[in-house]
């Protein structure tokens, strides 16, 4: 595994600085530990501290931005990856990739931070009954998609579909090819020695949840 870096204190209040003033805000100690009782989560291996994380809501999603980041130690978490989520409600509709502590970390973790706020908050409405559409997945494992079900109300009586780059402005989109093509090219070394890709995100051990 590659060397971990840590973000430096400074490093975070800038990140902080730049999601507040796209509309997130911290997640509270209170909400962070109502939603552990309420959900009876419990982590796949033992953890201490609160890692602090970040909630933006628009349009009913949700982005969760998760840094590895412990707020009272003022460390970052070892061997821990931050994530960026959609939700709606407790279920999660996409998971970023993990974001690993390389050099880039802080960026990256904020790229995908600020898509995710932009697709939220463009979440786009069906073109033929103008209903919000959906986060759906595609067939391959972390493909997504746009999609309105209500075919009834739509004049061919089929279901309405968006790529999930739908709208996204053309300099992220120029931004996210050379992360795609290095991707691929990944998946297919994985491929070509008899690999699948995300494995590890298979294998990893999941969080455990109460029955609703
Ligand atoms: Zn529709």
Avoid at 72 to 86: F, N, P, S, T, Y
């Amino acid at each position: 595994m590659p060397k971990q870096c840590f973000p430096s204190v400074e490093e975070i209040l800038v990140f902080e600085e730049e999601l507040k003033v796209r509309g997130f805000r911290r997640i509270s100690s209170v909400e962070f530990a109502k939603q552990f009782q309420r959900l009876s989560l419990v982590a796949p291996r033992p953890r201490v501290g609160r890692e602090l994380g970040y909630i933006f809501y628009a349009n009913w999603y949700t982005v969760f931005v998760w840094t590895t980041w412990l707020e009272k130690e003022q460390v970052a978490r070892e061997e821990d990856a931050g994530w960026v989520l959609i939700a709606e409600g407790d279920k999660v509709l996409y998971f970023s990739h993990p974001i690993h502590r390389t050099k880039n970390f802080m960026h990256n973790l904020l790229m995908q931070a600020r898509i995710a706020c932009w697709k939220v908050r463009h979440r786009p409405l069906c073109p033929e009954c103008s209903n919000f559409m959906n986060i759906v997945r595609g067939r391959a494992l972390k493909q997504r998609f746009w999609k309105c079900g209500c075919k009834e109300l739509h004049a061919g009586g089929k279901n309405k579909f968006q790529s999930w780059d739908y709208g996204l402005p053309e300099d992220i989109v120029k931004s996210l090819r050379p992360i795609r093509e290095k991707r691929k090219k990944q998946y297919d070394a994985l491929r070509a020695v008899g690999k699948e890709p995300h494995q590890a995100m298979l294998n990893r051990k999941r969080w455990g949840k109460r029955k609703q």
